[in-house]
């Protein structure tokens, strides 16, 4: 597939749910979901993958992917943890094929340099749409080396979110999920592009510095004197979860 500029149509994704999105803003509903050990990290300083989560909470992020458009991950995630991105649940792949939707939603990438594997799960697993936004001056390498795979999309240089979902809204993406990693939450966060956070806290310490937090630095808009909205707090077995709304299109209670 070849490149297409940030903001031209595509074939329509249909919605998944009934968040439309309002023409005030002209983007889709931003859904950031991220586990953490009690001290802030999303994983440790070893090469191997650090389970956060549990069972119980898997099946529920699973539903929540069920619900949305797209999935988005950035291209660190898929080096780091090679996901599949994918509706495991056969039930929820089923109801949304009934729903005359594809068994999963779009996967998201966003790369800054290109450096991408095209042997990734990512790009082999599943017959989801797969949709690479790329800065600017690796466009031309990046859509070599994926061809055929995935398409490739100039989203500026630096990489914009605000032209990522703009172009995703043009493809009819309503609702997106952003599983991740780090730099990318931070991104749509400095930005004030979220309208939802699921945070899980693990019931552990990592206590290494050398791990990856959350996010890092950075300006946020919801500090001490403009503090997020908790929606609800619900333990699912041995993890928490905590639900803030980012902006007044999240709704209270539980979601749906």
Same mark, same amino acid.
């Given at each position: ?90 039930? =929820?792949?089923? @109801? +949304?094929?009934? /729903?005359? &939707?594809?068994?999963?939603? $779009?996967?998201?990438? *966003?790369?800054?340099? #290109? ?43 630096? =990489?914009?979110? @605000? +032209?990522?979902? /703009?172009? &995703?809204?043009?493809?009819? $993406?309503?609702?997106? *999920?952003?599983?991740? #990693? ?57 993890? $928490? ?16």
């Amino acid at each position: 597939m070849g490149v297409v500029p940030a903001g031209a149509a595509a074939t329509a994704v249909p919605a998944t749910t009934a968040t439309a999105v309002p023409a005030s803003t002209g983007r889709p509903y931003v859904l950031l979901s991220c586990a953490t050990s009690i001290d802030g990290y999303i994983d440790d300083a070893t090469g191997e993958r650090l389970l956060l989560s549990n069972a119980e909470d898997m099946e529920r992020i699973d539903a929540v992917r069920a619900g949305c458009d797209a999935i988005l991950v950035g291209a660190g995630t898929i080096r780091a943890d090679d996901p599949r991105l994918m509706v495991r649940s056969a039930r =929820l792949r089923a @109801a +949304r094929q009934a /729903a005359g &939707l594809p068994p999963s939603p $779009v996967k998201v990438t *966003m790369t800054a340099r #290109g450096l991408l594997d095209p042997q990734a799960r990512f790009f082999t697993v599943g017959d989801a749409e797969k949709v690479v936004y790329c800065a600017g001056p690796a466009v031309d390498k990046t859509t070599e080396l994926l061809s055929g795979l995935a398409t490739v999309v100039d989203a500026g240089d630096p =990489l914009d979110p @605000a +032209r990522v979902l /703009a172009d &995703l809204a043009g493809r009819g $993406v309503q609702r997106l *999920m952003v599983e991740g #990693g780090a730099s990318v939450h931070a991104q749509f966060l400095t930005a004030g592009l979220a309208d939802e956070l699921h945070l899980v806290v693990a019931p552990f310490f990592v206590g290494d510095r050398r791990a990856p937090r959350f996010v890092g630095d950075g300006a946020f808009p919801w500090h001490p004197g403009r503090r997020a909205r908790l929606a609800e707090v619900r333990q699912i077995g041995d993890v $928490v979860l905590m639900r803030y709304a980012l902006s007044e299109r999240c709704p209270d209670g539980v979601p749906g």
